[in-house]
Nanobody, 118 residues
Framework: QLQLVESGGGLVQPGGSLRLSCAAS????????WGWFRQAPGKEREGVSC???????NYADSVKGRFTISRDNAKNTAYLQMNSLKPEDTAVYYC????????????WGQGTQVTVSS
């Protein structure tokens, strides 16, 4: 059974950085895309970034140039490096393996809280 464990969230000051990780077990995800999503209080969940099985990436306009998605197939893990964080990046961040970028999620992580505040 596929299990996803997210880590790396926390409290950071504006301008700071965090690196989120999403480790999968129980299923090899080499041929799947990975997506990162976030949900702020009172808002709908939105897509942040995606990396395809071949390594192609895309980003929401709000995070372009600040966030970097990556994957390590040997570790069955996806990452989201977040730099120059802003208060509006505050949200619960979720990872999900996808059939393909913009496709349906196979499963969801439990979410990790990211709070950007001084």
């Amino acid at each position: 059974q596929l299990q996803l464990v997210e880590s790396g969230g926390g409290l950071v000051q504006p301008g700071g950085s965090l690196r989120l990780s999403c480790a999968a077990s129980g299923f090899t995800l080499d041929y799947y895309a990975w997506g990162w999503f976030r949900q702020a209080p009172g808002k709908e969940r939105e897509g942040v970034s995606c990396i395809s099985a071949k390594g192609g990436t895309n980003y929401a306009d709000s995070v372009k140039g600040r966030f970097t998605i990556s994957r390590d197939n040997a570790k069955n893990t996806a990452y989201l490096q977040m730099n120059s964080l802003k208060p509006e990046d505050t949200a619960v961040y979720y990872c999900a393996p996808l059939n393909y970028c913009s496709g349906p999620a196979v499963s969801w992580g439990q979410g990790t809280q990211v709070t950007v505040s001084s």
